[in-house]
């Protein structure tokens, strides 16, 4: 509950009014200044620019005897004439039937043998279609009828309109419908030679007779002569058979009628579209065949042949039906050997469209994509949008059946997706979908054979690097998340372990991804991501140009999320894994340094970091990152090899030289530095890592003079080091870092000051150098917009004024009423104001550790101290 005070203190107008709507705390403005302070950041990985065009790179892990080559050549020679054959023309011979004689009726059940008829002549069958063939058939089998008649005695004829069908001499009516059975054993009255289009109904049912009255009647005199009448050992058979049989019979005879109605109308449709085709390719097709095959022009050729193009789509000619396609595709093929770029790709383009299959798939893909080899042939590939021909190839097209064309066709899509022209066009038709949908099959393929197919790391390869060309639009990052690409590109590099190249692409994609919040997001939940990264440094440790990436992602990845950190931790061998890499690494860089002969000095050009300096630059990265898990980073600080190894490389190399792995590896040391824990190596080596800091202190370069006052502000916790600050003049060096004019390098300096007032021996120096009158500036300056080192300097005086009975003998007159005046200021107009002072200097103590109440005329005993909380 609060005290009357306090809820009138509460009243009262806020020390620092906030420009936003929203006003914020103390405490979340100098939470936000600390994190804005401490964010390690690194450069993406550098990938060198290929210099050729070709399906696996220089760096390839791939010998040229294990990889498919990039330089052949394509002919007409090379293209096959068996395919241009269309597929609905394919015929089958008819099978040789050869009759065996039936075993004699040996039981009551089958008393009445069916003999084989010889077959029809398969040259009349393939005259009519299919459904009529099938009639033909069953009927030359004698699979429709009985094989037993009725006596022609017994028959009576009737003729029935349309209801009534002629089965040889006999009818017979079933439910008002009459079936007759041949007076020929199994045998239909049909001319065979006839065709069915020509068959009247008036044919069907002459001759026809009617069913004789006893049989009508329904009565069982009937039934027993129609049994006797269809087979004289039938005595078996139940009435239930009879007309199940009977039944039968009509069925089929009506679907046989049905099916030769169908077959008739589209017989006479495709008749007529025959017709209106041939039209359509004598007037408009075959005057281009001819063109093409007597002009000499490729200008006009080439015109010709989109003209051909525009004309077979609007003919609906395209496909692989088309009866004429085998004319088409020998008049393309021929002109492969004319060698122009454009025309070849023209071809092609038509080609794909006739959907062709085998060899001359991969033929014609070959030819594209020996075309794409050359850059100043991208234009040529825009303007024909034949980008579109080979993404429908990869769509449609059966992947384990075409493995060695879609190798060529990815080939083709990488090169052209390394141009920028091609981004759009590629991600809005699809290009990412249908890559990750070859990924996924691969995947599944894959697991479903338990071992890596045959040429499947060659596929991938091309599918990656595309992959990592597409990532570079937020169009396709957004694609990426949406379809949840991440984890496939997982499965893919733990089955492919032992591919380098594999990995290397998805290293880059994923190094890419890493750099945008959401998709770092979405990596890091998925938590066996960290397990696989580890695994691939165990098993590449020394191949830089794949490590260098990996440690890059988890840098990225441990950055700004702390769950990640944790389960990054929680991987068994995690911490021991990168200090054998740190330790890898750094003898590496050892073993390339150059020895400075004397006179000689080392060049302070700027220069692109070696292989071994870039890994350890991402490494010290992610050490510093995992650093600030109040888990993690006590548990480093304790690791000696770690501290050693971050320590040796302090001494070997200046900032000079690699300014990146030095301010990184500050970096670390002041996150570690932060642990007040026991067995801390870091406060072991207190004293030897600030005579380290010193060096940095003196050189010319402000960010690694930031990052030495920082871990010297966490060690000057320390009164050991409080005594080296002193005899060493560190102290009027943080004094004079008042008057930079940059925030960050003021707040640390203070921060240092701030430590060496809580002694009261060491208060004096403050008055060295002016540096209580740079205090009063530096409040003045940056005071009413800096929360943090507004904070820093008010705490800073007053652990120096602690026990004054007068603030003119302790500040200075003119210090005094500067500093009067700007804490009027910053407490408001009003004499009530002056009121908040004591609850003011309460609410900055709780946000800087440890917390101590000043109150404004009286000091007490508790003095404040600064220690820079490990941020990212």
């Known amino acids: 509950m609060l005290s009357p005070n306090d809820r009138k203190l509460e009243k009262l107008d806020p020390f620092y009014r906030s420009p936003v709507s929203k006003q914020k705390t103390s405490a979340e403005i100098i939470s936000e200044a600390r994190n804005a302070l401490r964010t390690v950041r690194t450069q993406r990985p550098f990938t060198p620019r290929e210099e050729q065009r070709k399906l696996f790179g220089p760096a390839s892990s791939r010998t040229p005897e294990s990889r498919p080559p990039s330089s052949f050549s394509v002919h007409a020679s090379s293209f096959e004439s068996s395919d241009s054959r269309p597929i609905s023309g394919t015929r089958l011979s008819p099978l040789e039937l050869k009759p065996k004689a039936p075993a004699s009726p040996a039981t009551e059940e089958d008393p009445c043998p069916s003999f084989p008829k010889p077959p029809v002549d398969p040259v009349k069958i393939r005259r009519i279609s299919s459904a009529r063939a099938r009639l033909f058939r069953a009927a030359s089998q004698g699979a429709l009828l009985p094989d037993r008649t009725l006596p022609p005695a017994q028959s009576k004829k009737r003729v029935e309109p349309k209801e009534t069908v002629m089965m040889g001499d006999s009818v017979m009516k079933r439910n008002g419908l009459y079936l007759a059975e041949s007076n020929a054993i199994g045998q239909l009255k049909l001319p065979y030679d006839a065709d069915f289009s020509e068959i009247k109904e008036r044919e069907m049912f002459q001759g026809a007779t009617s069913m004789p009255s006893h049989l009508r009647s329904g ?251 597409l990532v570079d639009s937020p169009l396709a990052r957004s694609k990426f998340l949406s379809i949840s690409a991440l984890p496939q590109l997982c499965t893919v590099m733990g089955q492919y372990m032992g591919d380098k190249d594999v990995c290397t692409n998805i290293a880059r994609i994923f190094s890419k991804l890493t750099t945008y919040h959401d998709c770092c997001v979405a990596l890091a939940n998925y938590s066996r991501c960290y397990a696989l990264f580890l695994n691939l440094i165990n098993k590449y440790q020394k191949k830089q140009d794949l490590i260098v990436r990996i440690i890059f992602i988890l840098g990225n990845l441990t950055a700004k999320n702390n769950l990640a950190r944790e389960q990054f931790s929680k991987v068994k061998g995690s911490i021991p894994t990168l200090l054998s890499l740190f330790h890898t690494f750094h003898e590496l860089d050892l073993h390339s340094r150059k020895p400075v002969g004397e006179g000689e000095e080392r060049s302070k050009a700027p220069r692109r970091p070696a292989q071994a300096e870039d890994v350890l630059i991402k490494l010290t990265r992610v050490l510093a990152n995992l650093a600030i898990h ?243």
């Open 630 to 872: 109040p888990g993690v980073g006590p548990a480093i600080a304790t690791q000696p090899r770690i501290v050693g190894l971050l320590l040796a490389t302090l001494e070997y190399k200046s900032i000079d030289e690699c300014e990146e792995l030095v301010i990184n590896t500050m970096a670390t040391i002041n996150n570690l530095s932060y642990y007040q824990v026991k067995n801390s190596v870091i406060q072991d080596k207190k004293l030897y890592i600030a005579e380290l800091l010193i060096k940095l202190l003196v050189s010319n370069n402000m960010d690694g003079i930031l990052e030495a006052v920082r871990v010297f502000g966490n060690l000057s916790q320390d009164r050991d080091i409080c005594d080296f600050i002193v005899q060493k003049n560190v102290h009027k060096f943080m004094i004079a870092l008042l008057d930079a004019k940059h925030q960050d390098i003021c707040f640390s300096a203070c921060g240092v000051l701030l430590n060496l007032t809580v002694d009261k021996d060491k208060r004096a120096i403050l008055k060295e150098g002016g540096g209580i009158q740079k205090l009063v500036d530096c409040l003045r300056d940056v005071g009413p917009t800096d929360w943090q080192l507004a904070c820093l300097v008010c705490k800073t005086l007053w652990n120096f004024s602690e026990n004054i009975t007068n603030a003119s003998s302790c500040f200075g007159d003119e210090a005094t009423n500067t500093l009067l005046a700007l804490l009027s200021s910053f407490l408001g107009p009003h004499p009530q104001h002056r009121e908040v002072m004591p609850r003011l200097w309460t609410n900055w103590n709780f946000s800087c550790q440890p917390k101590t109440q000043p109150t404004l005329h009286g000091h007490s005993n508790t003095r404040s101290k600064l220690c820079l909380q490990p941020t990212p």
């Open 219 to 469: 009565g069982d005199q009937g039934r027993r002569h129609l049994r006797a009448s269809s087979c004289p050992n039938s005595s078996g058979w139940s009435r239930l058979d009879t007309r199940a049989g009977v039944i039968q019979v009509h069925e089929r005879i009506w679907k046989i009628q049905e099916h030769t109605r169908e077959a008739s109308q589209a017989e006479l449709q495709e008749k007529d579209t025959e017709v209106e085709v041939d039209a359509f390719w004598n007037t408009r097709i075959v005057p281009i065949l001819h063109a093409l095959e007597k002009e000499e022009n490729i200008e006009t050729v080439c015109a010709a042949c989109t003209q051909l193009h525009l004309a077979l789509e609007e003919g609906n000619m395209l496909g692989n039906k088309f009866k004429r396609r085998s004319i088409l595709l020998k008049t393309l093929y021929k002109l492969v050997d004319v060698g122009s770029d454009l025309l070849s790709l023209k071809l092609a383009k038509i080609i794909l469209a006739l959907k062709v299959s085998g060899k001359n798939l991969l033929n014609v893909c070959k030819l594209i994509f020996k075309i794409s080899r050359s850059e100043k042939n991208d234009s040529l590939i825009q303007n024909d949008s034949i980008l579109e021909s080979l993404l429908e190839v990869l769509r449609s097209e059966d992947l384990q059946a075409n493995t060695e064309a879609f190798l060529y066709c990815l080939g083709t899509i990488k090169f052209i997706s390394g141009n920028p022209g091609f981004l759009h066009e590629m991600i809005s038709k699809g290009a990412v979908e249908i890559l990750m949908n070859l990924i996924k099959q691969i995947n599944e393929n894959t697991k479903k054979s338990g071992t890596c197919l045959p040429n499947s790391g060659h596929l991938l390869v091309q599918v990656t690097a595309t992959l990592r060309n």
